[in-house]
């Protein structure tokens, strides 16, 4: 298996190389050599010791403002929530700090005349080395970095053949496999929402035009969401007879869902008058039941124009259930990105990442290779990501890159 992808620490910015801040390189005594692999590792991370300074003496003036306030008004609250959401990047810049400190202390222990005593010092340096290193390339960034806040949901995970006709359709169900082995492996559950086999079709064997499974499990949606997009196979059709290679493409969208409203979702509620509710018969194949039983429901968000149809069981309650879950869904997405693209401000985002309309992913069977275009990487055993074992390391790599973008975001501000 090989996997082609430059991984850098925080965009635009390499790890700093530990081989580097350990140089042995002559210089003119011990002491002078040291204070400059320390002042070296604060100006190779000055950029990200300057942002994490910003934050400690924001957390120092809401610890005044705090102090000086009274009652449990909402400030109050915000400023405890903020506290305690900045407390472990605290606790880590005082870790950096005394390492800091001890390392100035070492270098006056390198000039002893006692050899053992140097021998010490300089253990202690290289062992404060990793220590301050592993700060600036690890800690700091993984604090920096705002934790998610859609951590809680589930994920309701929309699929659509596109261009390719039975093709399209095939590769839907494969997908669509690809996912519910990967939520097994994560330990989610998988409930089909609503599925529309393809008809008509010599040769389909199973091709699936649309379908909606829900994802459930705290942190499902943070797995899927980048799945989100345009995704392309290109392969032989088993009804090709000339061996040509076909393109077909599918859509895919993930969607925010959760039974037990979290912390993001108190304020979120739909107005039942602005939604327009509409029944009727139902269409297709189901016998005399779907011809003469309005079990069908259609649901329209007035403000949005946002329509949802469901027709797939019998009952109508059954039917309005799932066209309520689909619309909640696609209204707390609504919201989400509109929070997101707030925050951006024209800056690259997750919400790039997951636009509906740009072409995220080619799998390319004849050369059994997989390559996610919004990060670069390719993967040339496409078995194992159908299979969603090499699916997550994907998923992890867009994680990271995500994670890298807003730490480059902070760097520049």
Do not use: C
């Amino acid at each position: 298996m090989f996997r082609t992808a430059i991984r850098l620490n925080f965009r635009g910015r390499a790890p700093i190389p530990s081989a580097r801040l350990a140089s042995t390189a002559s210089k003119p005594s011990p002491q002078s050599q040291n204070l400059d692999v320390a002042q070296q590792l604060e100006k190779d991370a000055s950029r990200i010791l300057n942002v994490v300074r910003r934050r400690i003496e924001e957390r120092d003036k809401l610890l005044r403002e705090d102090a000086d306030a009274q009652g449990s008004s909402t400030a109050h609250i915000q400023r405890a929530k903020t506290l305690k959401e900045l407390e472990p990047l605290h606790q880590a810049w005082t870790r950096w700090t005394e390492a800091r400190n001890s390392f100035s202390e070492t270098n006056t222990l390198l000039d002893d005349p006692d050899p053992d005593i140097r021998a010490l010092a300089t253990e202690e340096r290289a062992s404060l080395t990793e220590v301050l290193s592993e700060h600036v390339n690890t800690v700091f960034p993984s604090l920096l970095v705002p934790p998610s806040t859609t951590k809680h949901f589930s994920a309701l995970i929309e699929l659509k053949s596109g261009v390719g006709g039975d093709e399209a359709a095939l590769f839907v169900a494969d997908v669509l496999k690809m996912y519910t082995r990967l939520a097994s492996t994560r330990g989610f559950r998988v409930e089909t929402v609503s599925i529309s086999q393809l008809e008509g079709s010599k040769g389909s064997g199973g091709g699936i035009k649309e379908a909606i499974i829900e994802v459930q499990g705290e942190g499902a949606y943070d797995v899927f969401r980048w799945e989100s997009g345009v995704h392309r196979v290109q392969r032989v059709p088993a009804t090709e007879s000339q061996g040509r290679v076909h393109t077909s493409t599918i859509t895919v969208m993930v969607l925010p869902t959760s039974d037990a409203p979290g912390e993001t979702e108190t304020d979120f509620k739909i107005d039942e008058k602005e939604v327009k509710t509409e029944v009727m018969r139902a269409r297709g194949a189901g016998g005399q039941h779907v011809n003469k039983t309005e079990s069908a429901v259609r649901l329209t968000h007035i403000p949005t124009g946002i329509t949802v149809s469901m027709q797939d069981s019998r009952s109508q309650h059954s039917n309005r259930a799932k066209a309520w879950q689909i619309l909640r869904a696609r209204l707390l997405d609504r919201r989400i990105q509109e929070e997101q693209a707030e925050k951006r401000d024209n800056r690259r985002s997750i919400i790039k990442g997951a636009d509906r309309s740009e072409k995220i992913r080619t799998y390319n069977f004849p050369q059994n290779r997989v390559t996610d275009h919004r990060i670069g990487l390719t993967i040339t055993n496409l078995d194992s990501v159908m299979e969603g074992e090499e699916l997550q390391y994907v998923i992890d790599e867009l994680q990271k890159d995500h994670e890298e973008s807003v730490m480059a975001e902070l760097l520049n501000e």
